[in-house]
């Protein structure tokens, strides 16, 4: 059997004490394959930009809230795209200069206002009510921060509803359809010399290309429409958020970058004219297929005469998965003690994780070779929204997460991403320091 380097990553994993009996799932990240997909994603858009254009690729940092990859990225000429203090903290301790990160939460208080325009981050506002609070930040202190207005085109969601931005009723930004909508951001704009971005995400995942390409068309002729009224260019530059969606199950990447921007090319030619500087906010794409959490079979036992392996990959690590899973259905690969592939016949069977409901299976009935106790489980796919969406449930730790590369000796080098949570830092988030609190309240 011929080995691909993931299973050779397995192996050196396993043989380097990563995952075993006593850390008993991680994270593995393919460091070269992050960067692939990062010169992928530049080379696609400097292709069909006019030359001299601006382009500023930000990675949504929820992807992969991690810091080392942030700055891996970064090396890549990749910027961060934020959501909230926590998000931009992380960009700054990778040490993303402020012109490279664009901030987008729906809700930013004013103290987060405040920072981001002082430091001279990128933001896009959602609301009107949001525009009037910095209408009077910029009153009293003037900022030279680059400032868009998310803008919802409405042109409806794609196959997984809690992914879809761009629905008649959605959360997030000024809906451009709604009554008298696009005359108000028209105005806005216009009485607002520092409004200068308009900016559209339609959704993460499950929205075909045809449908984000209509939202970025809908978000140039906006902006047309604008500076045709300002008599010049008042927006200067458009924000087409990320959502390029990834192949869940086989190892193709499709559909590419090269892709996607030829569709954006042939149906928004402007958008690359050169007139605009453009900004991404690609997440999922970047990482999803560079990663994989590994964890071990601790049992394996039949019930109702289906074959269940009890791994310790379950909701903590695969939450979307385990709560949705006809959205959100992952590969598994079968190892064994050792990290070889598992030969054998495949037969249907469940692959559950360690936590306390019944639910917590992140595939059913899945035809594998039979899986015992001491195997591994590789839940492919799960670069990205896997590590960075933690679910505290059972108090289980946040497992290691490890980037590896290839060694000059043929196997693998390991860096250490993030340590294993430890028993020590979990109870300290679970109150440990105020052990006594309640007890001397009802004493009062
Ligand atoms: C989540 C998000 C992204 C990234 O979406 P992906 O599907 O991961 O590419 C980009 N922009 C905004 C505003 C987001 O909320």
């Known amino acids: 059997m011929t080995l691909t380097d993931r299973d050779r990553a397995v192996q050196a994993a396993l043989a380097q004490g990563l995952v075993g009996p006593r850390q008993p799932v991680a994270g593995l990240l393919d460091i070269a394959g992050i960067r692939r997909s990062a010169a992928e994603l530049r080379s696609a858009f400097a292709e069909f930009t006019a030359p001299g254009t601006q382009v500023l690729h930000a990675f949504a940092v929820k992807a992969a809230s991690l810091v080392p990859v942030l700055r891996l990225l970064a090396q890549e000429g990749i910027g961060c795209e934020v959501a909230s203090p926590g998000e931009l903290a992380l960009a700054r301790a990778a040490g993303i200069p402020a012109r490279h990160t664009v901030l987008d939460s729906p809700a930013k208080t004013l103290a ?43 042109i409806g969601g794609g196959s997984i509803g809690a992914m879809s931005t ?47 390409t209509e939202g970025v068309r809908a978000l140039y002729d906006l902006a047309e429409e604008i500076n045709e009224q300002a008599g010049g260019p008042r927006i200067t530059t458009l924000d087409i958020g990320g959502g390029l969606p990834v192949n869940f199950s086989s190892d193709a990447v499709t559909p590419t970058y090269r892709e996607y921007v030829a569709l954006l090319r042939s149906a928004v030619p402007g958008l690359f004219s050169g007139r605009y500087g453009l900004v991404t906010e690609f997440g999922r794409s970047l990482l999803a ?118 060694a000059p000796d043929g196997t693998f080098a390991f860096a250490t991403v993030r340590t294993p949570q430890t028993l020590e830092e979990l109870t300290a988030e679970s109150g440990a320091d105020h052990a006594n609190a309640l007890r001397s309240l009802a004493l009062g």
């Open 112 to 154: 987060e206002l405040r920072e981001a325009l002082a430091l001279g981050i990128a933001v896009n506002v959602d609301n009107h009510e949001e525009l009037s609070r910095i209408d009077r930040m910029m009153a009293s202190a003037p900022s030279t921060a680059p400032i868009g207005l998310r803008v919802n085109p409405q």
């Open 289 to 406: 297929k560079h990663g994989m959490v590994l964890a071990r079979v601790e049992y394996a036992k039949w019930a109702g005469g289906r074959p269940i392996a009890l791994t310790h990959a379950g909701a903590q690590v695969a939450t979307r998965t385990v709560f949705a899973p006809a959205s959100w259905p992952i590969r598994v690969a079968a190892y064994d003690d050792a990290g070889r592939p598992k030969t054998g016949a495949p037969v249907p069977q469940d692959i559950a994780g360690p936590c306390c409901f019944a639910g917590d299976l992140v595939a059913e009935n899945r035809p594998l070779p039979r899986l015992e106790s001491g195997d591994h489980v590789a839940l492919l796919d799960t670069g990205a929204y896997y590590f960075s969406t933690h679910f505290a449930y059972n108090s289980l730790p946040r497992p290691g997460v490890y980037g590896y590369a290839p």
């Open 166 to 212: 761009a629905t008649d009723t959605s959360k997030f930004g000024v809906p451009l359809r709604d009554p008298g909508a696009r005359e108000w951001i028209v105005r806005a704009c216009l009485d607002r010399p520092w409004l200068t971005r308009l900016h559209a995400h339609v959704g993460s995942q499950g929205m075909p290309l045809e449908r984000m």
